[in-house]
Protein backbone atom coordinates (compact mmCIF):
# COMPACT_ATOMS: atom_id res chain seq x y z
CA UNK A 1 0.00 0.00 0.00
CA UNK A 2 1.43 3.19 -0.90
CA UNK A 3 0.91 6.82 0.81
CA UNK A 4 0.89 9.56 -0.29
CA UNK A 5 -0.07 11.97 1.99
CA UNK A 6 1.25 12.25 5.40
CA UNK A 7 4.53 11.41 7.26
CA UNK A 8 4.41 7.92 6.18
CA UNK A 9 4.45 8.99 2.43
CA UNK A 10 8.09 10.27 2.85
CA UNK A 11 9.09 7.47 5.31
CA UNK A 12 8.23 4.85 2.35
CA UNK A 13 9.95 7.04 -0.05
CA UNK A 14 13.31 7.02 2.48
CA UNK A 15 13.31 3.00 2.72
CA UNK A 16 13.18 2.38 -1.09
CA UNK A 17 16.26 4.27 -1.14
CA UNK A 18 18.30 2.82 1.30
CA UNK A 19 17.27 -0.77 0.18
CA UNK A 20 19.14 -1.28 -2.84
CA UNK A 21 18.29 -3.99 -5.27
CA UNK A 22 19.98 -7.45 -4.50
CA UNK A 23 23.17 -7.88 -6.15
CA UNK A 24 24.24 -4.34 -6.78
CA UNK A 25 26.78 -3.01 -4.78
CA UNK A 26 27.51 0.91 -4.43
CA UNK A 27 30.91 2.01 -5.95
CA UNK A 28 33.15 2.83 -3.33
CA UNK A 29 33.76 6.95 -3.12
CA UNK A 30 36.67 7.71 -4.53
CA UNK A 31 39.34 8.65 -1.47
CA UNK A 32 42.55 8.63 -0.70
CA UNK A 33 44.95 5.94 -2.38
CA UNK A 34 47.54 5.07 -0.09
CA UNK A 35 51.10 4.27 -1.94
CA UNK A 36 53.58 1.86 -0.65
CA UNK A 37 56.68 3.13 0.04
CA UNK A 38 59.81 0.41 -0.41
CA UNK A 39 61.80 -0.25 2.23
CA UNK A 40 64.75 1.64 0.43
CA UNK A 41 62.87 4.74 0.86
CA UNK A 42 61.48 4.36 4.02
CA UNK A 43 65.10 4.10 4.86
CA UNK A 44 66.12 7.34 3.22
CA UNK A 45 63.41 9.26 4.37
CA UNK A 46 64.51 8.41 7.83
CA UNK A 47 67.86 9.32 7.30
CA UNK A 48 66.88 12.66 5.74
CA UNK A 49 65.01 13.36 9.60
CA UNK A 50 68.05 12.28 11.42
CA UNK A 51 70.31 14.58 9.25
CA UNK A 52 68.00 17.56 9.35
CA UNK A 53 67.92 16.70 13.46
CA UNK A 54 71.58 16.99 13.51
CA UNK A 55 72.06 20.07 11.20
CA UNK A 56 69.47 21.79 13.68
CA UNK A 57 71.20 20.66 16.95
CA UNK A 58 74.46 22.11 16.00
CA UNK A 59 73.16 24.92 14.47
CA UNK A 60 71.70 25.71 17.94
CA UNK A 61 74.64 25.00 19.67
CA UNK A 62 77.02 27.17 17.80
CA UNK A 63 74.55 29.98 18.62
CA UNK A 64 74.11 29.61 22.11
CA UNK A 65 78.37 28.86 21.50
CA UNK A 66 78.31 32.48 20.00
CA UNK A 67 75.98 34.38 22.53
CA UNK A 68 78.47 33.29 24.98
CA UNK A 69 81.67 34.57 23.31
CA UNK A 70 79.90 37.46 22.80
CA UNK A 71 78.94 37.90 26.83
CA UNK A 72 82.90 37.37 27.43
CA UNK A 73 83.64 40.01 25.16
CA UNK A 74 81.00 41.82 26.72
CA UNK A 75 82.58 41.56 30.08
CA UNK A 76 85.85 42.06 28.74
CA UNK A 77 85.22 45.43 27.69
CA UNK A 78 83.35 46.96 30.45
CA UNK A 79 86.57 45.45 32.98
CA UNK A 80 89.18 47.70 29.96
CA UNK A 81 86.86 50.61 30.86
CA UNK A 82 86.71 50.06 34.51
CA UNK A 83 90.69 49.47 34.36
CA UNK A 84 91.30 52.76 32.33
CA UNK A 85 89.20 54.38 34.77
CA UNK A 86 91.20 53.61 37.84
CA UNK A 87 94.90 53.75 34.94
CA UNK A 88 94.07 57.85 35.00
CA UNK A 89 93.49 57.95 38.63
CA UNK A 90 96.70 56.35 39.34
CA UNK A 91 98.39 58.32 36.84
CA UNK A 92 96.80 61.63 38.68
CA UNK A 93 98.57 60.26 42.12
CA UNK A 94 101.68 59.58 40.41
CA UNK A 95 101.75 62.88 38.86
CA UNK A 96 101.12 64.48 42.85
CA UNK A 97 103.76 62.35 43.99
CA UNK A 98 106.38 62.86 41.29
CA UNK A 99 105.73 67.10 41.77
CA UNK A 100 107.94 67.80 44.66
CA UNK A 101 105.75 70.90 45.42
CA UNK A 102 102.53 69.12 45.52
CA UNK A 103 104.01 66.16 47.98
CA UNK A 104 105.70 68.82 50.49
CA UNK A 105 102.33 70.69 50.54
CA UNK A 106 100.66 67.75 51.25
CA UNK A 107 103.49 66.56 53.72
CA UNK A 108 102.52 69.52 55.80
CA UNK A 109 99.07 69.68 55.11
CA UNK A 110 99.24 66.57 57.17
CA UNK A 111 101.14 67.56 60.32
CA UNK A 112 104.83 66.54 58.88
CA UNK A 113 107.58 69.22 59.68
CA UNK A 114 110.57 69.69 56.44
CA UNK A 115 113.75 68.84 57.61
CA UNK A 116 116.67 71.26 58.48
CA UNK A 117 120.11 70.32 57.32
CA UNK A 118 121.48 70.75 60.54
CA UNK A 119 119.53 68.39 61.75
CA UNK A 120 120.15 65.09 63.22
CA UNK A 121 118.28 61.79 63.18
CA UNK A 122 116.69 60.49 66.06
CA UNK A 123 117.95 57.14 67.80
CA UNK A 124 115.35 54.86 66.38
CA UNK A 125 115.46 56.62 62.80
CA UNK A 126 119.22 55.56 62.97
CA UNK A 127 118.91 52.23 62.70
CA UNK A 128 116.08 51.96 60.02
CA UNK A 129 118.14 54.41 57.94
CA UNK A 130 120.94 52.41 58.19
CA UNK A 131 118.67 48.90 57.26
CA UNK A 132 117.24 50.75 53.92
CA UNK A 133 120.62 52.30 52.78
CA UNK A 134 122.61 49.05 52.97
CA UNK A 135 120.10 47.36 51.09
Not at 9 to 27: D, I, M, S, W, Y
Not at 55 to 67: A, F, K, M
Given at each position: ????Y????????E????????????????????????????????????????????????????????????????????????????????????????????A????????????????????????????
Amino acid sequence: MAYTYGNLAVREAERQKQNPKPGHRPKPSPGRRTFKLSALEKLAYLGACFALTAVLGSLVLLTSQLYATNHEIYQTKQEMKQEDERNAELKAKLWTVKNPEKLSAEAVAEGYKPVQENQKPSSGDSEASHQTASR
